[in-house]
């Protein structure tokens, strides 16, 4: 019987904004381990910006534009992937919602993977589908149309609305069971929530996996983060909040953008759940104030043209990494996104319509 699979493919993306009351300093706002969306738009913004530029007659400018290749490196992630499976008549399966806002991004990856690789057929499947179409066999390799799949990439199964039923939990189980490589596993999963990024950034806990001065490196782009837990430091946070709610930024353990508290509404959550069990799921994170920049916003429907604006921008870096408990095969860097959104809103969620996609422009400081 084969061992269930101890190989995980982590596409992630960590974002980041400037402290502006820091010097500009790059601080981390999270890491995104599951359905890290925006790689293949932003790989296909530079084209539209740098067409812009040249119609403007700023041609000269296009060399201040860096080189965005998310697409193709996160896809590589796949393939490589694919190939330490080891079986060359397996599948990928992409796991996506009932119905997908972000399909554009999520298709534009199987058409670079088909033209890299035209040997690995994919499949889009549905939780649901995945439950009524799936088997175990023997192996422990999970079969979909009667070929093993190797790879099972999630671009859905992230937050609890897309587990409706217990047909939706049992598909997940049947996946996470079999000898698929799983982009995320569920480990992988769990590392990105709020809670371990709190835990990192506790004191002596970044040295266990950072070694040298790489660790105080790491370590500076942190800003503070909180445990709510009911202990001494949990208390602490708490009245910490309490007395200036506007420093703050209340997380849940969800992903998937516009769960975050800000403001009054950090005060009004702490106050109510304060003797709760509620509180101890969430994690107090100091807000980081970026500079803002002054421009526009197209959008269907509003003013042409468009009145200019005080905008703030969060750059996401995506990498991959295929690895064991034991073994690294791979871990780089694999292109950036920027996300940029209205000065006075709280979230920046692209698909949640808060916010822009948008490309770099490299200027000397």
């Known amino acids: 019987m084969m061992k269930l699979q101890s190989l995980s493919l982590g596409l992630f993306r960590s974002d980041y904004l400037m402290q502006n009351p ?13 359905a890290s969306s925006f790689g293949a738009i932003s790989s296909n913004l530079p084209a539209m910006s740098r067409y812009i530029l040249r119609q403007m007659g700023h041609g000269d400018l296009i060399k201040n534009m860096p080189e965005n290749r998310a697409l193709s490196g996160l896809c590589s992630g796949i393939i490589e992937a694919y190939d330490l499976f080891g079986v060359p008549s397996a599948v990928v399966l992409f796991v996506v919602e009932e119905v997908s806002y972000n399909i554009c991004d999520q298709r534009f990856h199987e ?12 499949h889009r499947k549905t939780l649901n589908e995945i439950y009524e179409e799936t088997t175990l066999n023997d192996k422990k390799q999970l079969i979909l149309e009667g070929k093993p799949v190797a790879v099972v990439y999630y671009r859905s199964g992230y937050e609890p609305a897309q587990y409706p039923s217990s047909r939706e939990w049992d598909a997940r189980l049947r996946v ?3 000898s698929a490589i799983k982009c995320p596993s569920i480990h992988y999963q769990l590392a990105g929530t709020k809670k371990v990024q709190q835990a990192l950034a506790a004191p002596g806990v970044l040295e266990k996996f950072v070694a040298g001065s790489a660790t105080e490196r790491v370590r500076d782009i942190f800003t503070g983060l909180y445990s709510l837990d009911f202990d001494e430091s949990g208390e602490r946070a708490v009245e910490m909040a309490l007395e200036d709610a506007e420093r ?22 702490l106050l109510r759940m304060r003797r709760a069990r509620e509180r101890a799921a969430y994690v107090l994170m100091e807000r980081i104030l970026p500079p803002t920049v002054a421009g526009y916003v197209v959008r269907p429907g509003a003013a042409v043209p468009p009145p200019i604006t005080d905008l703030v921008s969060e750059l996401g870096i995506f990498g991959v990494i295929i690895g064991t408990r034991d073994k690294i095969y791979c871990n780089r860097q694999a292109g950036h996104m920027l996300r940029t959104k209205l000065a006075e809103a709280n979230e920046g969620g692209v698909a949640a ?11 000397d400081m």
């Open 176 to 178: 996470e069971r079999s």
């Open 22 to 34: 820091e010097g500009n300093k790059i601080k981390q706002v999270e890491f995104n381990t599951v």
């Open 248 to 269: 703050f930024v209340l997380k849940p353990q969800r992903e998937g953008g516009g769960n975050n508290l800000y403001g009054a509404d950090v005060r009004d959550a």
């Open 353 to 363: 319509g808060l916010g822009a996609l948008d490309s770099p422009y490299l200027v």
């Open 111 to 122: 058409f670079e993977i088909s033209e890299t690789r035209p040997d690995i057929m994919i």
